[in-house]
C-alpha cells in the first residue's frame, strides 16, 4: 500500500462512526444511552407476529431513552385486530407516561401515510411511531424519503414498527431487527425489566450485522447488558378486546 493510500484508509476509519462490536452489550447500552439519532427516520422490524410486542417495547424504549416525548402512535384498525388494544400496564412498566401518548386510529394503510406524513411535519412532537403489518406496500422508498425528510426539518423521531414483514429498500438512517429474549429474575422468582434481542440490520454509511442482548431499565431509563433468565413484558391485550372500539382514541382518515 503507497503512502496516499494509507492515508486514504486512516481517513476513513477515523470518519467512520462509533459502532459498538458483535456482543458488547456495555458498548450498545453507551450507544443507545440517548436513544436513537434525533430527526431521523428508524425502522424497528419484527419478522414475526409474536416479536411485536417486543419491536414496539424496543421502540417505545429509544424513545424514552432519548427524551423525545410526546409520542404520537398511529395504527391502523387492522393492526389493532391483529395485534390487539394496548395493554396500559405494559406501557406503564415501560416507564411511558399516559400523559405523554397520543393513540390515533386510522382506516387502512393509505390513510396511515397521509396522517404520518402530516406528523412527521409537525415540531410540538418528540417521537412518531407508524405501525405497520405485513408488507405495507405503501412505504416504499419514496414515501420513507419524504418522511426522512420530514424528520430532518421538523425535528421529529421517526420509528417505522414493521411487524410481520421483510425488510425493503428505504430511506431510513438504521434498520433493527428485534426479538424477544428472557429478563433476568428478580428476588422471589419476581421478573425482571423486559430484555431484547437487537440486531443491527442496516445503518446509512455505518457498519451492519451487529447483535446484542439488552434489558430495559425504566428507572435510569438506559440500555444494559441482559442477564438471560425469567420472562419479558407485555405491551398489547388480547385481541378479543380489539373487537371493542376504546372511548378515549382519536380517529382519522
Do not use: K, Y
Amino acid at each position: 500500500m503507497n503512502d496516499s493510500s494509507a492515508l486514504i484508509a486512516r481517513l476513513r476509519n477515523l470518519a467512520a462512526p462509533a459502532v459498538p462490536r458483535q456482543g458488547d452489550s456495555r458498548a450498545v447500552d453507551a450507544w443507545l444511552a440517548e436513544g436513537l439519532a434525533p430527526a431521523q427516520l428508524h425502522e424497528v422490524f419484527a419478522f414475526e407476529a409474536d416479536d411485536g410486542p417486543s419491536g414496539a417495547g424496543f421502540a417505545i424504549a429509544c424513545a424514552l431513552a432519548g427524551e423525545a416525548m410526546p409520542l404520537l402512535w398511529l395504527r391502523t384498525e387492522a393492526s389493532e385486530r391483529q395485534g390487539g388494544r394496548l395493554h396500559a400496564t405494559g406501557l406503564a412498566e415501560l416507564g411511558l407516561d399516559a400523559s405523554t401518548l397520543l393513540l390515533v386510529l386510522v382506516a387502512d394503510e393509505p390513510a396511515l401515510l397521509r396522517a404520518a406524513a402530516d406528523a412527521a411535519r409537525c415540531p410540538g412532537l418528540g417521537t412518531l411511531l407508524i405501525e405497520s403489518w405485513g408488507r405495507a406496500p405503501g412505504l416504499d422508498l419514496t414515501a420513507t424519503r419524504r418522511l426522512m425528510l420530514a424528520a430532518e426539518s421538523s425535528g421529529v423521531t421517526v420509528l417505522s414498527l414493521r411487524i410481520a414483514a421483510e425488510p425493503v429498500p428505504s430511506a431510513a438512517a438504521t434498520r433493527w431487527r428485534v426479538t424477544a429474549a428472557p429478563s433476568r429474575a428478580l428476588e422471589a422468582d419476581a421478573p425482571g425489566g423486559p430484555a431484547f434481542q437487537v440486531e443491527l440490520l442496516r445503518q446509512r454509511g455505518g457498519h451492519a450485522g451487529l447483535g446484542w442482548c439488552v434489558e430495559w431499565n425504566r428507572d435510569t431509563r438506559n440500555f444494559d447488558p441482559a442477564a438471560l433468565s425469567g420472562a419479558g413484558l407485555p405491551v398489547a391485550a388480547d385481541r378479543t378486546a380489539a373487537d371493542r372500539t376504546p372511548a378515549s382514541v382519536r380517529r382519522t382518515g
